[in-house]
T-cell receptor
Framework: DAGVTQSPTHLIKTRGQQVTLRCSPK?????VSWYQQALGQGPQFIFQ???????QRGNFPDRFSGHQFPNYSSELNVNALLLGDSALYLC?????????????FGDGTRLSIL | AQTVTQSQPEMSVQEAETVTLSCTYD???????LFWYKQPPSRQMILVIR??????QNATENRFSVNFQKAAKSFSLKISDSQLGDAAMYFC?????????FGKGTRLSVIA
């Protein structure tokens, strides 16, 4: 039973560029959430997708956008990258929207901005 | 807005001993869930234990148990018979009608 998979594992970009991160949820899960984890901090919620729509959004600018596909996989896009966007980006999947259900996390994508 | 506070940035414990990690939270909701997640150096967040606020009985999972004090808004994690593999960052998290909110974490070291 495959868990949550994220790609790529590590990415290096320069300021102003755009990036796309990908996530496949755990089998049987229909909801995907994205988090940003800065070094030495806890994860911060970016947004959650359910039934191919963004259902909840955290305090992140519009440069952060996403998408969910019919097979429940998801993408996180970040435009006009800033140095402060350097972080570990975590994807989590769950069954049903909201934050009451246990979320299963992937290994994350480490994004470095030069 | 909900907040989660972990007041212990670092803790250490001798192998086979017991350690308690603290967590407090702030909310106006009456129905919610609390979680402890473990993040080893491999980066993957792993769910350790989950507590439903409407249940008075403290959750337990093998060597892991919680002390949930709803009135005090306190949710501590007790690890018994600590093992070297327990060394990791531990995050307390709140889940309810709002997105999951995490504390800043406690780094646990286990001394052989």
């Amino acid at each position: 039973d495959a868990g949550v998979t994220q790609s790529p594992t590590h990415l290096i970009k320069t300021r102003g560029q755009q990036v796309t991160l990908r996530c496949s949820p755990k089998s049987g899960h229909d909801t995907v959430s994205w988090y940003q984890q800065a070094l030495g901090q806890g994860p911060q919620f970016i947004f959650q997708y359910y039934e191919e729509e963004e259902r909840q959004r955290g305090n992140f600018p519009d440069r952060f956008s996403g998408h969910q596909f019919p097979n429940y996989s998801s993408e996180l896009n970040v435009n006009a990258l800033l140095l402060g966007d350097s972080a570990l980006y975590l994807c989590a999947s769950s069954l049903g929207q909201g934050s009451n259900q246990p979320q299963h996390f992937g290994d994350g994508t480490r994004l470095s901005i030069l | 807005a909900q907040t989660v506070t972990q007041s212990q940035p670092e803790m250490s414990v001798q192998e086979a001993e017991t350690v308690t990690l603290s967590c407090t939270y702030d909310t106006s909701e009456s129905d919610y869930y609390l979680f402890w997640y473990k993040q080893p150096p491999s980066r993957q967040m792993i769910l350790v234990i989950r507590q439903e606020a409407y249940k008075q009985q403290n959750a337990t999972e093998n060597r892991f148990s919680v002390n949930f004090q709803k009135a005090a808004k306190s949710f501590s994690l007790k690890i018994s018979d600590s093992q070297l593999g327990d060394a990791a960052m531990y995050f307390c998290a709140y889940g309810g009608n709002t997105p999951l909110v995490f504390g800043k974490g406690t780094r646990l070291s286990v001394i052989a």
